[in-house]
């Protein structure tokens, strides 16, 4: 069974397509607009791009500005996504759709439209109430920081910071989110208080990493076909293709399917200018750029992978050569 259909990664040729891209992003013209809602995320310098892939044999390959951390925003939805599953099965999907939304991720139209079930896991209010599933009874200043402490498991390299000013910018400009939250209390699908869902969201968005520590945190994603049912549990392998199928659908807001038809593989944005984008059993990619698109995903960082998917030939939806 071992190595069936497989071929080796070719890393010679992805360390030269990766420093190609690092080159020709780093001359790029247009660089995008800064998210600026969260006055902290306005601050940061929007000409800067890192890369990093790490392929299932273990190696990363990194070019750019790949140790710069950044704030991973909306992609801490993957990880709470997989705690959530990992907790209550199936039961998630009674709380929160599976389907992209085709409204703004942070509409209050839509969570009134689907009396307060969120379209899907990583629009604002589905994160929402996915943060409401991860809480037990403790409150305030106590309630642990789950969804970072598994990203720092999952880096496996001691403990990742979070962001306190960003934190302190978002607590401060939340009001949408606030909205959302209260909405969704008002029809009996948020558990916990208010005030400490957005403790926890608030936090996990505030998560500081590079792009190389992304990528590793992705790992789990990716799997290696080999590691099933050794190092890696069938049903840990199944919540990753899951988790996989939701970040296709509906992981780069509203540009979605542009992203799909363009890259090929699934991903989750950040307004932060992050992408974390799996190439499944073969490789864990994270890049950013803060500058973002008109969708809100970052413009040079979607150019980086749709060039990396076209010259690895990686797109999920089948190759075009020969080997
Ligand atoms: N913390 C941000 C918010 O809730 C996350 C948005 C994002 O990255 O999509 O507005």
């Known amino acids: 069974m071992a190595g069936r259909n497989r071929t080796d990664i070719d890393h010679e040729l992805l360390k030269k397509v990766v420093d190609g891209i690092a080159v020709e992003i780093g001359n790029a013209t247009e660089w995008g607009k800064n998210s600026d809602y969260i006055p902290e995320l306005a601050k940061v310098d929007t000409r800067q791009f890192g890369i990093a892939v790490l392929t299932r044999d273990g190696k990363t390959i990194a070019g750019g500005a790949s140790e710069t951390q950044f704030s991973i925003q909306s992609i801490s939805k993957v990880f709470a996504l997989t705690l959530a599953l990992k907790k209550h099965g199936d039961k998630v999907w009674k709380r929160v759709g599976k389907e992209p939304s085709g409204d703004p991720y942070n509409s ?37 920081d789950t969804v970072r402490d598994f990203i720092a498991e999952m880096i496996g390299e001691g403990e990742i910071g979070i962001d306190e000013d960003v934190v302190a910018s978002e607590h401060t400009s939340g009001y949408t989110n606030k909205a959302l939250a209260n909405l969704a209390k008002s029809f009996d699908n948020l558990h916990h208080e208010v005030a400490d869902v957005m403790h926890i969201y608030v936090r996990q968005c505030a998560v500081a990493l590079s792009c190389r520590q992304l990528a590793r945190a992705g790992r789990y994603l990716m799997l290696d076909r080999e590691d099933i049912d050794d190092k890696v549990s069938k049903q840990d392998a199944e919540r990753a293709r899951r988790v996989n199928a939701i970040m296709l659908t509906c992981g780069q807001y509203d540009g979605s399917g542009d992203f799909a038809y363009r890259v090929g593989l699934p991903a989750k944005s950040g307004v932060g200018g992050g992408i974390l984008a799996i190439v499944p059993n073969t490789a864990s990619i994270a890049v950013w750029s803060p500058g973002l698109d008109e969708n809100g995903n970052s413009l040079l960082g979607t150019l980086a992978l749709e060039r990396l998917s076209k010259r690895m030939d990686w797109s999920i939806f089948g190759a075009i050569r020969r080997v």
Do not use: Q, Y
């Open 108 to 144: 209050i139209v839509d969570m009134e439209r689907h009396k307060g079930i969120p379209r899907n896991p990583f629009i604002n209010a589905g994160a929402l109430v996915v943060d409401d599933m991860l809480l037990d009874d403790r409150a305030g200043d106590d309630i642990p």
